[in-house]
């Protein structure tokens, strides 16, 4: 989750940088025809002298000196208006920086979601989802929930399928059973007996 954060900001701060020379953007355009954004949208270069030509404002190219990616956005629709070539138009703007960042935390927000989970519950210190790993045993799930001193250690269950499986972890064959994602593993609370 702090990754994620960490990428929203940095993704904020690319849209706030300003656009340097040798930027790649990517200008889309609407609120115009069709076949106008087909020329207008694309990848643009920004020039050693820190400007941009786009289409049908070739005579007076558009500086980003000192500009966010939104304000040039601005800057462009401004010039299209004033040269009366367009009355609406909409422009979004990105940076390259800013498409690599999106693609990062798209892929940990896929990640993320891959993520798979085993729920404990019943007579233990930390009830709830447990992120599963290839691997796990029986044993480590009970240990990370922290068994409380009315657990039964001799009545484990465990629901997988629509399934009650019953283990006791004071048999070494049994702590060794390995769990997988959906799992549900509750510690019952001990008898009267104790057990």
Not at 23 to 38: A, H, R
Request: hydrophobic letters at 35%; glycine letters at 6%.
């Amino acid at each position: 989750m702090k990754l994620i954060l960490l990428l929203t900001l940095m993704i904020a701060s690319f849209a706030q940088a300003a656009i340097k020379s040798g930027d790649t953007l990517t200008i889309m355009i609407k609120g115009v025809p069709q076949e106008e954004q087909n020329q207008i949208n694309g990848n643009y270069e920004v020039s050693k002298s820190n400007r941009i030509h786009l289409p049908y404002l070739s005579s007076t190219p558009i500086s980003t000196r000192g500009l966010t990616t939104a304000s040039l956005a601005r800057r462009i629709e401004a010039a299209y208006k004033n040269a009366q070539i367009y009355t609406t138009p909409n422009i979004s703007i990105q940076s390259a920086n800013e498409q690599k960042a999106l693609a990062k935390k798209e892929e940990l927000d896929t990640t993320h979601k891959l993520q798979k989970f085993l729920t404990v519950s019943g007579q233990v210190g930390r009830p709830g989802p447990q992120q599963y790993r290839p691997g796990m045993r029986l044993i480590d799930v009970v240990s990370a929930a922290g068994p409380s001193t009315f657990a039964a250690q001799n009545r484990v269950e465990l629901l997988r399928n629509g399934k009650v499986y019953k283990y006791n972890m004071k048999i070494p064959a049994h702590m060794v059973e390995k769990v997988y994602p959906n799992d549900q593993i509750t510690l019952r609370e001990k008898n009267w007996r104790g057990r």
